[in-house]
């Protein structure tokens, strides 16, 4: 299964951009997928969740802001990024969770927000 990220880019601070992930291969399916992010000398931390069922969960630093989203018969997850901020900037890294395979990770799309 490959998950191939894209929609990143240089946004100013109080725009917005939407990432898209697809899931591709031979026949799977996928509990959950997600959003992670880096940002320079930093952890990877989780930015949003989506199960199959639709349940979402969020890091506080996003919430009200970011919302992510899925269209199940294409296997791709969105996410929906309103208010960006500078502390936002990163490299965004999609993740599904598959039966059978586990976690696999996307290549990861540079987010830039500036001032």
């Known amino acids: 299964v490959q998950l191939q990220a894209s929609g990143g880019g240089l946004v100013q601070a109080g725009g917005s951009l939407r990432l898209s992930c697809a899931a591709s291969?031979?026949?799977?399916?996928?509990?959950?997928m997600g959003w992670y992010r880096q940002a320079p000398g930093r952890q990877r931390e989780m930015v949003a969740t989506?199960?199959?069922?639709?349940?979402?969960n969020y890091a506080d630093s996003v919430k009200g802001r970011f919302t992510i989203s899925t269209d199940n018969a294409k296997n791709t997850v969105y996410l929906q990024m309103n208010s960006l901020k500078l502390e936002d900037t990163g490299v965004y890294y999609c993740?599904?969770?598959?039966?059978?395979?586990?976690?696999?990770w996307g290549q990861g799309t540079q987010v830039t927000v500036s001032s």
């Open positions: 993740l599904a969770n598959i039966a059978d395979l586990g976690v696999n």
């Open positions: 291969g031979s026949s799977f399916s996928i509990y959950g």
């Open positions: 989506i199960t199959s069922g639709g349940s979402t």
